[in-house]
């Protein structure tokens, strides 16, 4: 069974540009999760999307924004870079979302340097 | 709000020597909780995971921890390290039916060969 998969794997970026991130969960897996890991701040949770909708967003600015499709594959925008915002964007994927079967497979993350 | 706190930076470690990284959650409610692996260069891996029941778990390559509820605390434990458990671990949290997880900070173990 195929893992989490994300695209692009690196990317580079200006201030004030904008970017998008893409994320494949495992097949069947019908959650996605995104978070953004930096080496002061650790792992912060971004959002939660569970068929198209999202469940729950963590403590980021409006500037951060995903989706979901039908076919459970995710994406993250953000738009107008800052040099904050370099970091490693991971994607989870879980059969469902919340309770206790709530076992969540990471993908290899999307590494951003905004310049 | 949810937090979870893990006690050591980085750990040095002799191969052979016994391991506990600390780990204490802040949770009113129901909560799982889970030990994630970041071996250099690789994906975040379950190591091993609370949901109830026995609260003496293990999880693979050897690894368990001990949850206990007084003490809001779920501690990793390993009898002997070996070289190839260098790498970052991180305790995380979820509560109730919320999916998504709150993880501690990390702790960046390096074994000594």
């Known amino acids: 069974k195929a893992g989490v998969t994300q695209t692009p794997r690196y990317l580079i970026k200006t201030r004030g540009q904008q970017v998008t991130l893409s994320c494949s969960p495992i097949?069947?897996?019908?959650?996605v999760s995104w978070y953004q890991q930096t080496p002061g701040q650790g792992l912060q949770f971004l959002f939660e999307?569970?068929?198209?909708?999202?469940?729950n967003k963590g403590n980021f600015p409006g500037r951060f924004s995903g989706r979901q499709f039908s076919n459970s594959r995710s994406e993250m925008n953000v738009s107008t870079l800052e040099l904050g915002d370099s970091a490693l964007y991971l994607c989870?994927?879980?059969?469902?979302?919340?309770?206790?079967?709530?076992?969540?497979?990471f993908g290899p993350g999307t590494r951003l340097t905004v310049l | 709000a949810q937090s979870v706190s893990q006690h050591n930076h980085h750990v040095i470690l002799s191969e052979a020597a016994s391991l506990e990284l600390g780990c204490n959650y802040s949770?009113?409610?129901?909560?799982?909780l889970f030990w994630y692996v970041q071996y250099p260069g690789q994906h975040l891996q379950l190591l091993l995971k609370?949901?109830?029941?026995?609260?003496l778990v293990k999880g693979i390559k050897g690894f368990e921890a001990e949850f206990i509820k007084s003490k809001f605390s779920f501690n990793l434990r390993k009898p002997s390290v070996q070289w190839s458990d260098t790498a970052e671990y991180f305790c995380?949290?979820?509560?109730?039916?919320?999916?998504?997880?709150?993880f501690g900070k990390g702790t960046k173990l390096s074994v000594k060969p």
């Open positions: 995380a949290v979820n509560g109730g039916s919320q999916g998504n997880l709150i």
């Open positions: 949770y009113g409610g129901t909560v799982n």
């Open positions: 989870a994927s879980s059969l469902v979302a919340g309770g206790p079967i709530n076992e969540q497979f």
């Open positions: 609370y949901f109830s029941g026995d609260p």
């Open positions: 999307y569970f068929s198209e909708t999202q469940r």
């Open positions: 097949s069947g897996h019908r959650s």
